[in-house]
């Protein structure tokens, strides 16, 4: 109902006058000059950004957005620029379209302060101050998930705090969040980090699909998630195991019917049943043509349950591997380094590590792993230290 009677957006482009212009002033740049010194965000540069990283191109593509139903602006996204007020002037009037184009307000870059992502917990609270947490661009971030994802775990650790609770860290295998704050406090970021699904190692695993069998009883248990939600999730969670209990024992049998459409799909056809679950993940059977061939369930099942059965059955093997390799890492995430650890006191360690583990100070034996220029071979040795069981003498001392 809504997308009916949309503004149009516009399509022009920068060319090479509008380049030359760029060019000419680069010196006139701030980015550029070293007035500002931060580096800018990778996946947003600003035009002279892109003129210069990006030489070869001949034009950039610009959108023209209007600001609003009531106003004449528009917005030119793609433009954004720190170059002095007359030469946006030029740089605007030389774009096909935009001729006689009145500027409203020119653009500009800031520059802020951030707090070292190294000097933060995996729970968000500073390490140098106790009780505080920062989220957000002020952890050098840049986006709007990245900050919204940050906020609720310094908001969700803080009133932990305050009611004297055990803290709550996401792992990198639960959730997005996860990846983007073991990253922030294991390797810090020199320019605005963005969370891009690349980062993650179970991509398999951290589906839209599953965002509720994953996080929803940690929502609940944190009281953040209604009973009445949460209830609604256990019995979806219960559907989706018990018809895939029920495609494990059901058999597809080979009848005409079942032969003409297996056949339909360019397959071979069955010589012998199949049990259900084996059939279903056939690359081209969908859950509904399966009901066409064995009894359908007591009730008519949810659309959301049958897309988590379809999933589940078809990428079973994949997401066994993936979760073998999180049940590995979670055995290392259980292996905490104690806060007080000297790490001065453990021998053998390779100077990178020993220098690295002291800037970071992890808290559990994998985020170590994570730390670049910590190898195995260090791992080993802090692990060996632990298990010893040497800490309590350092504590002593
Ligand atoms: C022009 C532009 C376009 C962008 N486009 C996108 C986009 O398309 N997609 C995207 O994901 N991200 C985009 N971003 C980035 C995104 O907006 C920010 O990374 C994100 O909003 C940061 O959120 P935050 O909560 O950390 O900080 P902010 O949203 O800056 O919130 C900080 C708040 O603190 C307040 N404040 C500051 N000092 C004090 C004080 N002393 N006392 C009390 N309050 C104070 C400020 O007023 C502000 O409300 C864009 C940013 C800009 C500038």
Redesign the pocket.
């Known amino acids: 109902m809504a997308l009916k009677n949309q503004l149009s957006c516009w399509l022009t482009y920068t060319n090479e006058t509008t380049h030359k212009i760029i060019r000419d002033n680069l010196d006139r740049a701030p980015m550029f000059t070293g007035v500002i010194e931060g580096v800018g965000p990778r996946y947003c540069p600003s035009i002279e950004d892109k003129i210069v990283r990006f030489a070869d191109k001949s034009r950039h593509q610009l959108f023209l957005e209007p600001e609003g139903r009531n106003t004449d602006e528009w917005y030119v996204q793609g433009l954004s620029t720190s170059m002095p007020e007359e030469v946006q002037q030029k740089i605007l009037h030389s774009i096909k379209g935009l001729e006689d184009a009145e500027m409203m307000r020119p653009g500009y870059a800031i520059e802020y302060d951030v707090v070292s992502p190294y000097q933060l917990r995996p729970t968000l609270e500073t390490k140098l101050v106790k009780n505080l947490y920062t ?4 952890n050098g971030t ?4 990245e ?1 919204a994802g940050q ?1 609720i775990m310094a908001g969700i650790n803080a009133g932990l705090r305050a009611l004297n609770k055990e803290p709550f860290v996401m792992k990198r295998s639960e959730g997005y969040i996860g990846v983007m704050i073991d990253d922030l406090v294991t390797k810090g970021t020199n320019e605005p980090y963005r969370l891009l699904t690349s980062r993650a190692e179970y991509r398999l695993i951290l589906r839209h699909d599953n965002a509720d069998l994953r996080l929803m009883p940690k929502g609940h248990e944190l009281g953040l998630i209604s009973d009445e939600r949460y209830n609604d999730f256990l019995a979806k969670r219960q559907a989706v195991t018990d018809e895939i209990d029920r495609l494990n024992t059901v058999r597809v049998k080979p009848s005409d019917e079942v032969n003409a459409y297996v056949m339909s799909h360019n397959e071979k056809p069955l010589k012998d049943g199949v049990l259900a679950a084996d059939f279903l993940r056939r690359p081209q059977v969908t859950y509904a043509d399966l009901l066409r061939f064995i009894p359908a369930p007591d009730a008519p099942l949810d659309r959301r349950v049958i897309e988590e059965i379809e999933i589940r059955i078809k990428y079973a093997g994949y997401i066994k591997k993936a979760e073998e390799n999180v049940a590995k890492m979670k055995k290392m995430e259980a292996k905490k380094i104690p806060d007080m650890i000297d790490y001065d006191a453990i021998d053998g360690l390779a100077t990178e590590a020993h220098q690295k583990l002291n800037k970071i100070r992890p808290e559990t034996i994998a985020q170590a792993t994570r730390i670049s220029g910590v190898n195995p071979a260090d791992i080993a040795i802090l692990s060996v230290y632990i298990e010893q069981g040497k800490i309590a003498k350092v504590k002593s001392v």
Not at 142 to 145: A, K, R, V
């Open positions: 989220a957000g661009q002020t840049s986006g709007y998930e900050a906020g």
